[in-house]
């Protein structure tokens, strides 16, 4: 036996070694592919260190005593050894900056923002470049990039009486603005939503200058925070829910101000001077998502949408009425046994910058059949990147949006998380859901 498997081997060695030897068939020459492995260099939004934090919305009863208020508190943390400034902007739901503050953090450092205290009560964060830094921090005065140190001494304290009522005033009736146009919707709310930026000092200039991006804004990805929502009111809620904040890296990470990125366009491509409009290097956002949704049963189960949304308005306008109402492609709602409802392609939507709004809405597509549950299918471009003539956009493009999914059960459970984007802020995915339809109509 041991003689037959020598034998095999000898017959089989030349063959292998003729095969070694053969030359491979020609192949045309391809292009070589651009492959990233670089993470942060991604359109793809991430938890990860950024820029700049998105909270998508926000709702606080200013008019009620804290124990029964709607609120919302968020953290800002910074991940880096070396101090950091975090400018802080509120706006309102139709993204007129309502209040603006700088927060000094020293390194390591978290601070948490009750929008309670800042809106109801006028008690912004008092934040100092003269605070003691912690063992493992570098000193306060140990980050180059900061232009300086001395306008940061002492931020934050009570808002001026008058201040606090116009601020107020704009995130509850859209009034109260200096331009004497309406900038918000009626609400019985604070209603709006909060960015947070690196920045280079304690600078109070106003983020509706092109300025502010071109000179103010830093580019290190060192911001991370999360936000929760409470309603301890029992009548009407009883719940709180919590998700982390949006995070925007800029692309490249650090270095001083300057336009080159790889990326198409940028976060806030509405407000970059011209010549330079991704100058705030941020990450954009993508248009199309998917949102799972509960409604009813004997637990009582109810989803809402926070809908993020780009607005249509130049960045500098002190006008913001084209953000009031935008249009998006109606939604295609999908059952538990995959049966699409969708309105008319007539009967286009409309909603502000930031907003939250019941599954159950007329906004959106009826459940039909007997089914609790299933997703939705939606693309929220605002349409103002095709129009012919006036676009804010810097190119023609969908507009950058988020949807965070708010599910509750019992008037006691509650959980916040992100929809599923369908596809980056890069690519374009213009008529997505109106796709879709198409697609189930042909088979």
């Given at each position: 036996m041991k003689r037959i498997l020598f034998a095999v081997v000898l017959a089989?060695?030349?063959?292998?070694?003729?095969?070694?030897?053969?030359?491979?068939?020609?192949?045309?020459?391809?292009?070589?592919?651009?492959?990233?492995?670089?993470?942060?260099?991604s359109c793809d939004i991430s938890t990860s260190p950024a820029a700049t934090l998105l909270l998508p919305y926000f709702e606080v009863d200013i008019a009620k005593h804290v124990s029964r208020a709607r609120n919302a508190i968020f953290s800002v943390i910074n991940t880096s050894r070396s101090p950091q400034i975090a400018r802080v902007t509120v706006w309102s739901d139709q993204g007129y900056p309502a209040l603006w503050f700088n927060l000094f953090l020293t390194g390591y450092?978290?601070?948490?923002?009750?929008?309670?205290?800042?809106?109801?009560?006028?008690?912004?964060?008092?934040?100092?470049?003269?605070?003691?830094?912690?063992?493992?921090?570098?000193?306060?005065?140990?980050?180059?990039?900061?232009?300086?140190?001395?306008?940061?001494?002492?931020?934050?304290?009570?808002?001026?009486?008058?201040?606090?009522?116009?601020?107020?005033?704009?995130?509850?009736?859209?009034?109260?603005?200096?331009?004497?146009?309406?900038?918000?919707?009626?609400?019985?709310?604070?209603?709006?939503?909060?960015?947070?930026?690196?920045?280079?000092?304690?600078?109070?200039?106003?983020?509706?200058?092109?300025?502010?991006?071109?000179?103010?804004?830093?580019f290190d990805n060192v911001?991370?925070?999360?936000?929760?929502?409470?309603?301890?009111?029992?009548?009407?809620?009883?719940?709180?829910?919590?998700?982390?904040?949006?995070?925007?890296?800029?692309?490249?990470?650090?270095?001083?101000?300057s336009n080159n990125t790889p990326l198409p366009y940028t976060f806030y491509d509405r407000f970059t001077p011209p010549g330079a409009r991704k100058m705030d290097r941020r990450q954009p956002l993508p248009a199309a998502f998917a949102a799972r949704f509960i409604e009813g049963g004997t637990g009582k189960f109810h989803t809402d949408y926070v809908l993020w949304r780009e607005g249509a308005s130049a960045g500098a306008a002190l006008c913001v009425s084209s953000n009031a109402a935008m249009p998006f492609e109606p939604?295609?709602?999908?059952?538990?046994?995959?049966?699409?409802?969708?309105?008319?392609?007539?009967?286009?939507?409309?909603?502000?910058?930031?907003?939250?709004?019941?599954?159950?809405?007329?906004?959106?597509?009826?459940?039909?059949?007997?089914?609790?549950?299933?997703?939705?299918?939606m693309n929220l471009d605002n349409s103002a990147g095709h129009q012919a003539a006036g676009s804010p956009f810097s190119s023609p493009r969908p507009s950058q949006n988020w949807v965070i999914v708010k599910l509750s059960a019992e008037g006691r459970y509650a959980v916040d998380y992100d929809a599923t984007s369908l596809k980056n802020g890069c690519t374009n995915s213009s008529g997505?859901?109106?796709?879709?339809?198409?697609?189930?109509?042909?088979k």
């Open positions: 089989v060695i030349p063959v292998l070694a003729t095969a070694g030897t053969r030359r491979p068939a020609a192949h045309p020459p391809q292009a070589p592919r651009e492959v990233t492995t670089e993470n942060n260099a450092d978290v601070e948490s923002i009750s929008l309670y205290d800042v809106l109801a009560r006028g008690a912004v964060p008092q934040t100092s470049s003269r605070t003691e830094r912690g063992l493992k921090s570098a000193s306060n005065s140990d980050n180059p990039r900061i232009l300086s140190v001395e306008s940061c001494g002492e931020n934050g304290g009570r808002l001026d009486p008058s201040v606090l009522t116009a601020v107020q005033s704009i995130l509850t009736t859209g009034q109260g603005a200096s331009s004497g146009c309406r900038v918000g919707t009626v609400h019985d709310a604070a209603t709006g939503f909060v960015t947070v930026d690196v920045v280079n000092g304690c600078s109070t200039i106003s983020p509706l200058e092109m300025s502010y991006y071109s000179q103010v804004l830093l911001l991370t925070g999360d936000y929760e929502r409470i309603d301890p009111d029992v009548d009407t809620g009883n719940l709180a829910g919590g998700n982390p904040l949006v995070h925007l890296k800029a692309i490249p990470d650090g270095g001083g101000a939604a295609v709602r999908f059952d538990e046994s995959e049966n699409p409802s969708a309105l008319t392609s007539a009967s286009y939507v409309n909603s502000p910058m930031s907003s939250s709004i019941a599954t159950t809405s007329k906004l959106f597509p009826p459940l039909t059949g007997y089914g609790l549950t299933g997703w939705m299918v997505y859901a109106t796709t879709v339809v198409k697609m189930g109509n042909e």
